[in-house]
């Protein structure tokens, strides 16, 4: 079955205790990118990576890495996280240019 | 870059189509027009996109004014399963999401 795989689906940490949230992809999948979710702010883009060894800022970068070593993954590694990262973050990827974005089942992450 | 902004909640009869839109008219002639839907907090859904003409699938119809500065989707019978949170996006070297509206379907 073709899906975005992101693990862990919750995550409860404290503040400066490096995490990292993973994303698979099972689709040979070019593009990936990761996403926030808030209340009242919608889905704000974090990261995107165009190919392997390829990524480039989001609207909201601060805060967070990423690394493209394989096509199929694209991690999310919050280094020092701090409780304004408490979020819903959701990894997604596609096959190129004017194709539809597949979302994976997000990872809500509390930081305490 | 294009942005898109979008009423914040509707409402919706069972049965009656739900018209839907979005303005992002800042969006540049080869930037695309994207909608998804997200049921509780769920990863959001695909359900249609556009450049410069209408588009209809199975799931709904995507009419985009002539100078590409607004789009409505529209579910032609909106069902109770609709009830969900809708994204407009545009596609541009990347994905820019609206903050969305809340559809609430009534019976």
């Known amino acids: 079955e073709a899906q975005v795989t992101q693990n862990p689906r919750y995550l409860i940490t404290v503040t400066g205790k490096k995490l990292t949230v993973t994303c698979s992809q099972n689709?040979?999948?070019?593009?990936m990118s990761w996403y926030r979710q808030d209340p009242g702010l919608g889905l704000r883009q974090i990261y995107y990576?165009?190919?392997?060894?390829?990524?480039d800022k989001g609207d909201v970068p601060e805060g967070y890495k990423v690394s493209r070593k394989e096509k199929r993954n694209f991690p999310l590694i919050l280094e020092s996280p701090s409780p304004n990262q408490t979020s819903l973050y959701f990894c997604?990827?596609?096959?190129?240019?004017?194709?539809?974005?597949?979302f994976g089942s997000g990872t809500q992450l509390s930081v305490l | 870059d294009a942005k898109t902004t979008q009423p914040t909640s509707m409402d919706c009869a069972e049965g009656r189509a739900a018209n839907l839109p979005c303005n992002h008219s800042?969006?540049?002639?080869?930037?695309?027009v994207y909608w998804y839907r997200q049921i509780h907090s769920q990863g959001p859904q695909y359900i249609i996109h556009?450049?410069?003409n209408n588009e209809t699938n199975e799931m709904a119809s995507l009419i985009i004014t002539e100078d590409r500065k607004s789009s409505t989707l529209i579910l032609p019978h909106a069902t109770l399963r609709d009830t969900a949170v809708y994204y407009c996006?545009?596609?541009?070297?990347?994905?820019?999401f609206g903050t969305g509206t809340s559809l609430t379907v009534i019976p």
């Open positions: 990576s165009m190919n392997v060894e390829v990524t």
């Open positions: 800042t969006i540049s002639g080869n930037e695309y």
């Open positions: 996006a545009a596609l541009g070297n990347q994905f820019y």
């Open positions: 556009g450049l410069k």
């Open positions: 997604a990827s596609t096959t190129g240019f004017n194709e539809k974005l597949f």
């Open positions: 689709m040979n999948h070019e593009y």
